[in-house]
Structures are given as C-alpha cells and as structure tokens.
C-alpha cells in the first residue's frame, strides 16, 4: 500500500477507479468520497466476496482518513456460470406432487417447468478458480482505486489551499489598513485626553481607548493559518477552529474600533473569513 505524504492538504471530495483481468475473470472497483466529519465506509461487495469487508475498510482507513467513503466492486466471470441441480429437493418436490396427487384425487401431467422454477433447484456453479487469487486481484483492485482517489483529493486540495491563501492575503491587507485607521484616531484621543487633563488635572488620568490587542491576535491568528497550510496533512478541523477566533476578534475590534472606518473593512474580513470556513469544511 502506497503511504500517504503527511505534507499534503487533501479536499475531502474525489473518485478513482481500477480494474484488474485475472484468468477467466475481470474485477472493477469504483470508489468515491464526499464531505463528512469522521470517517465513514461504506462497501457494495457481490455476496460471494462479502468475506472481505473487513479487510477492505482497513485498506480504506490507511488511505483516508475523513469523510464519507463509497467504494463498489464488480466481479465478472468471463466464462459465465454453469448451472446445476439439486437433486435431493428436486426428488423432494417430484415426492410432495405425488403425494398431493394421491390424497385430493388431483391427476395432471407433470410440471417439469415448474419445478425447475422453483428456488433452489437449479443453482449457479461460478468456474472453480481459487479463492486466493480472486482475492489478491480484489484487493490489488482496490489499491489502485484508492490510490487514484486519494490523487484527486489531493489535486482539488491544491486548489483549496491557494484559495485560502489568497483569502488570508486579503485579510492581512484590510487588517492593515485598520491598523494605519485605529493608530490615527487613538494618537487623535490620546492627544484630546492630554488636553482634558492638563485642564481638568484629575486624580487618575483615564486610560485611551485602543484595539491594539485584537489587531494583534488577529495578526497571530493569520501566521497560525499560513502555518497550518504549509505543515499540510489532516488540517480540516484546526483550520476551522481558527477561523471561528479570527472571526470572534474580528467581531470585538468592530465594536471597540475608534475609526468610524473601521467597521467597513472589518465587514470585509468577516466575509473573508466565512469563505475559509467554508473551504475548510471540505478539506480533510
């Protein structure tokens, strides 16, 4: 099995798809995956390779490691199957006619066709080929599907970490502009407080307003985000959780901001934020 690369940020979304020829049969395995907060298998497996759930969801985990995934196998023999009868319930039923026959006087041809058409009689008899190998190309099978879709995980998780990068950029460009709009207006109240006291000359001088302490876990926030985007791997859950603070910081500067300019550009980041959440959401 193929490791998967810890550096890598993955969407949580793909498909992939094999298929193996063996001698006298073929086997095809789709499998896909979507958005979920665990991991969830899910198998389709024909009732003669139903032995093998367990073992595929192990395969499965070792690949994946959120998300809902659906994977369907497809066992064809090239031959078809031969049919054959059972002969004990086939004599059963031959038994029961007569016997009905014989107890209510009811006399009429025999039925072969309806005997041959009840269950059981006629059985299914897949071409003796070994189980072992029928199994190894299952699972080679599903090997090179998962192995698939984990490259499409990881080509769209390519484009959802530019995204956010871009989104991250943006923010750290309004934050600045808040930043330069917050400074003027404190040195503004600052310098308005040292008038007032000069004149007032109060026991305590009151203490200037400022929001320096939300731009700057703000700014943290933003490094966490581009570190967590480069560290790569399993990352979904944490990138979430650090856009819910950026967006409760970003709630506390809009209400404490001095610059009646301030709230525009925050509502921007806001909705910056949201689009990361969003992206997150998808993301393993």
Known sequence: MKSLDKGVIRSMTGYGRA??????????????SVNHRYLEVNTRLPDEF???DIEIKRIVKGFVKRGVVYLSLNFVYEEGPDLEIDDALFRKLLKLEKEVEKRHGISQPLNIHYILSYPGV??????????????????????AALQALV???????????????????????????IETLEKIKEKQLLKAIEEEVKVLKPEEPPTPPSTSEEIV???SHLKAGHNLLEKGGVIGREL????????????????????????????KIKAEIEK???QALNIE
């Open 151 to 177: 490259k499409s995980r990881e080509k769209e998780g390519q484009s959802l970490k530019k995204d956010i990068q871009e989104r991250l950029k943006r923010i750290e460009r309004n934050l600045e502009l």
């Open 122 to 143: 006629v059985k299914q008899i897949q071409p003796r080929i070994p189980h072992a190998k029928k199994r190894q190309a299952i699972l080679h099978a599903c090997n």
């Open 240 to 267: 979430d959780f650090l856009a819910q603070e950026m967006h409760r910081e970003v709630n506390t500067l809009s209400s404490k901001a001095l610059s009646p300019r301030t709230p525009r550009y925050a509502v």
């Open 50 to 52: 139903l032995r093998l």
């Open 276 to 278: 990361i959440r969003e």
């Open 217 to 219: 876990r703000l700014k």
């Open 19 to 32: 298929s193996i020829r063996g001698e006298g049969f073929s086997c095809t395995v789709e499998v896909k």
